[in-house]
């Protein structure tokens, strides 16, 4: 069974850092495209960073570029996203998530409907 299991996330003031992690269970992560989600309230789902299984090339979207690192540890099978210098526009619940394997660019299959697999979801909150 493919389950995906989140970790970190909380509470941080405005220009700190988090990781959160996503570990997978039933399935190599470096078998799947994975993507990090956040979803604010009152607003839909939206792409952060995704990775892709064949050569684990990354994608940013502009908002989080040079502040967030997406990563993968291939023998612990987790993908981690790393968070700097956040800003209360960063608050929201964040996914992991994972898809198949594919041949297409890291940015064309970095949108919602490209997964089937989601994590748990957790709290992301930043505010002094």
């Known amino acids: 069974q493919l389950q995906l299991v989140q970790s970190g996330g909380g509470l941080v003031q405005p220009g700190g850092s988090l990781r959160l992690s996503c570990t997978a269970s039933?399935?190599?992560?470096?078998?799947?495209?994975i993507g990090w989600f956040r979803q604010a309230p009152g607003k839909a789902r939206e792409e952060i960073s995704c990775?892709?299984?064949?050569?684990?090339?990354?994608y940013y979207v502009e908002s989080v570029k040079g502040r967030f690192t997406i990563s993968r540890d291939i023998a612990e099978n987790t993908v981690y996203l790393q968070m700097n210098s956040l800003d209360p526009s960063d608050t929201a619940v964040y996914y992991c998530a994972a898809g198949p394997e594919t041949l297409s660019t890291v940015q064309a299959i970095c949108v919602p409907g490209f997964f089937a697999s989601w994590g748990q979801g957790t709290q992301v909150t930043v505010s002094s």
């Open positions: 990775i892709t299984n064949s050569n684990g090339a990354t």
């Open positions: 039933g399935f190599t992560l470096d078998s799947y495209a």
